[in-house]
């Protein structure tokens, strides 16, 4: 997947339980857990928002681009 999660990450520098971060932005920790890994199809930019403001980080610190497709490749615009 080109989109990396690096919430785990910003947790960590920031110190932040699993249980204190979902409690602020109002999910179960288990949905926490399967955004930390990546194995979401989308987020909403409210919680986005709540976890950065929670976090004092920016999207960008959570979430990474990873271009995965050959230099010789077209992309699909969908």
Do not use: W
């Not at 403001?53 to 699909?76: N, S, V, W």
Request: proline residues 5%; glycine residues 6%; contains cysteine.
């Amino acid at each position: 997947m080109p989109v990396i999660v690096n919430l785990d990450v910003m947790m960590a520098k920031r110190k932040v339980s699993s249980k204190d971060l979902a409690k602020y932005i109002g999910i179960t920790e288990a949905n926490l857990s399967i955004l930390k890994r990546g194995k979401v199809k989308g987020v909403r930019f409210g919680t986005l928002e709540a976890i950065c403001r929670y976090l004092h980080c920016q999207p960008g610190d959570i979430l990474a681009f990873e271009d995965d497709t050959k230099p010789d490749m077209p992309r699909r615009m969908e």
